[in-house]
Structures are given as structure tokens and as C-alpha cells.
């Protein structure tokens, strides 16, 4: 099977900040606030956007980005990304809608390459390619439209919902992190567990994705959700409900983008 991937320029970029000046700038934002982490992006970093599927912790960020903007006098600071995998719940299509709108912050959709619905993709990709093929899956719905998003709109750091209370790969992460292409990651509510981030939203009335109240914690694709294991405590069970009797623990966009890429984005998938 061939993935057709357009021609761009480098994927490399040149972070503003080395090694140790990061390391330096997370001693500074320990035990700071999500709005204070917030702030100093927003202050110090340049082509900046918060990328989300609108999951809780992510929708919390962006009401206080949406507050500190008004604070400064502006309607929205940080601009949306949201990876349509055409393959979510009529729910979050809605939700990222109703999100923009209630906050008046531009959002940038992005849709696997040269397919615009679930059965275009079933055509050009094959049915159920999550299960025969789930890496190749990442790649298409997620991994290439977010490169190609960041290059097209000038991305170099990302505002993202993740948690060191998720567990797993999250649970060592910093406030603020350069993946191996460059990127900047921010991660102002990294040190939250599920419990602050709902009481925030419910606080704040921020809009959430009503199949939260139907038992949901973490929502993805449809084929990759499921509700979460009753027998773990709130934290633990979160991301249980997600890839449900898989190992996997992340989507490709937090696996490292030159393996993905050299495996899937020439043209070959396995």
C-alpha cells in the first residue's frame, strides 16, 4: 500500500532554547501553576498553538488561555489544532464546533491526507486498517497531518492536555519538553490529576464532551475507546479505557516522528 505524502521542506527545527537552557526553564516553572506555565509560553514562545482532541485537560487549558488573553486585552491567544481522524464520536466533532465558537479561537482542522470521510479512507486505505495495521493507522490520521500542519502554519511549539497522573510514559515528563524534531511541548497541566482538572471545568463551566457523563475519561477514535476499568482507582483507570487489551499507551504524535516517518512516509507500508 502506498501513502502519497506531498513534498515539503525539512522536518528539522531549531529550538530557541539549548539543552540546558530548557532544563533551566523547568527548575523555574516547578510547582508553578497551569497559568503561570501558560504565561510564560505565551510570553516566550514563538509560533505557538495548542494542539487537542478536546479531551478534558485540554479544554481546561484553553479556557485559562482564553482568560489570559482577555486579560490582555486580545480575543485569543493561542490558535487550535485538532486532527480530524474522521474516525472520532459525532461528540467530539461537535464539541471542537461548539469550543471554537464559545471561546473565539481560530481552529485549524486537519484530515488524512486526500480523504475527506470514513469511507473514502476505507477505500484508499482498507477497512479497519487499526486493526491490520495500527502503526501505519497513527501515521496516516495523525502523524502526517500534524507535520503537515505544522509546516503549513508556521508551527514550533505545541500546548498539549497530557498528564504525569496518566501514567505511563507521561508520568517523568516537565512542563516543558523538545521532541526529536525540535518541537517545543508544553505541558501546563502536567502536574493535575483528573480530579482538578474536572473540578476546574465544572467550576469554570467550560464545555466538555458529554460522553464524560456517560462513564468516558479518555476519548479517542471510536474503535480505540472504550470505558474505563472499574476496578482502577480515577487516575489509573483513565487511559485504561483507551487501545483496551493492547499494550500501546500513546498515539504516534508522542512516538518518535523519524521512526514513524521512515517506515511509513516514503510510500511502503508493512
Known amino acids: 500500500m502506498t501513502i502519497e505524502e506531498p513534498s515539503q521542506d525539512s522536518d528539522i527545527l531549531i529550538p530557541p532554547y539549548t539543552p540546558q537552557e530548557i532544563e533551566a526553564i523547568n527548575v523555574q516553572l516547578e510547582g508553578k501553576s497551569p497559568q503561570e506555565i501558560l504565561t510564560w509560553a505565551v510570553d516566550n514562545l514563538d509560533g505557538l498553538y495548542q494542539t487537542t482532541a478536546f479531551g478534558l485537560t485540554g479544554l481546561a487549558a484553553l479556557d485559562m488561555i482564553s482568560k489570559i488573553s482577555q486579560e490582555r486585552g486580545v480575543t485569543h491567544l493561542v ?3 485538532f486532527l480530524d481522524t474522521l474516525h472520532h464520536f459525532p ?9 471554537s465558537e464559545t471561546y473565539l479561537a481560530p481552529l485549524h482542522i486537519y484530515k488524512p491526507l486526500s480523504v475527506d470521510t470514513p469511507e473514502e479512507f476505507a477505500t ?6 487499526w486493526e491490520t495495521d495500527e502503526a501505519a493507522y497513527d501515521y496516516l490520521v495523525k502523524v502526517e497531518p500534524a507535520s503537515r500542519a505544522y509546516k503549513e502554519i508556521g508551527v514550533r511549539a505545541v500546548i ?3 498528564r504525569r497522573s496518566q501514567g505511563g510514559e507521561r508520568s517523568l515528563m516537565k512542563a516543558i519538553e523538545v521532541d526529536e524534531r525540535g518541537l517545543i511541548k508544553v505541558n501546563p497541566l502536567g502536574g493535575w490529576n483528573f480530579k482538578e ?3 476546574y471545568v465544572d467550576k469554570e463551566n467550560v464545555p466538555y464532551n458529554p460522553l464524560l457523563d456517560k462513564g468516558y475519561r479518555s476519548i479517542g477514535d471510536i474503535h480505540s475507546t472504550a470505558l474505563p476499568d472499574p476496578s482502577l482507582a480515577s487516575d489509573e483507570a483513565e487511559r485504561s479505557g483507551r487501545w483496551k487489551g493492547k499494550s500501546k499507551t500513546e498515539c504516534g504524535l508522542h512516538v518518535n516522528y523519524f521512526d514513524m516517518k521512515e517506515k511509513f512516509g516514503k510510500g511502503q507500508i508493512a
Open 79 to 81: 490558535p487550535l489544532i
Open 160 to 162: 498539549t492536555g497530557r
Open 124 to 129: 484508499k486505505y482498507g477497512s479497519n486498517l
Open 91 to 99: 461528540e467530539t466533532i461537535s464539541l471542537a464546533e461548539i469550543a
Open 197 to 199: 482538572v474536572k473540578e
